[in-house]
């Protein structure tokens, strides 16, 4: 999958850096994780943390292509070892003095979902709140 060179031109004049957010552009397929990886490593500190955001691109690949094992791929090339679940009564703990506006602290698909919102089959350890300080 290719991209054109109108695409590049277009990603060229919109990408800029400075020091306070360096980006860039690579021309490269999805599936070839090694070429994506490596010219990433030339901006990117993978020891440090790292955001993986494959928007409007999975569907694109085929499934003889192997797409699970290509988020595999890059999320075992990026830093995950800085995430600490925490139960209900350790995020508590977080907002200590604040007034919660309804529902409080819930797990994030139960705040204030719609009609026929999405409902897990199993429950989440995402905790989500809007509140004042007073």
């Known amino acids: ?16 850096s400075s020091p306070e957010g360096a980006t860039t552009y690579i021309e490269a ?3 070839d994780t090694g070429k994506i990886l490596q010219q990433a490593a030339q901006l990117l500190d ?3 943390p790292v955001a993986v955001m494959l928007v ?6 085929l499934d003889a292509d192997d797409p699970a094992g290509i988020v595999v791929r890059l999320l075992n090339a990026v830093m995950d070892s800085g ?3 925490r139960s209900h009564a350790e995020v508590s703990r977080f907002l ?10 819930v797990q994030l698909h ?20 809007v509140g004042v300080k007073p």
């Open 46 to 48: 993978f020891s440090q």
């Open 29 to 31: 397929d999805l599936r």
């Open 1 to 16: 999958m290719a991209s054109g060179p109108i695409v590049l031109a277009h990603a060229r004049a919109l990408l800029t």
């Open 83 to 85: 995430v600490t679940l």
């Open 110 to 129: 139960r705040w204030r979902p719609g009609p026929a919102g999405p409902v897990p089959a199993h429950e989440l350890v995402n905790y989500g709140a």
């Open 56 to 61: 409007g691109v999975l569907h694109c690949i």
């Open 96 to 105: 200590a003095g604040v007034n919660l506006t309804d529902p409080g602290l």
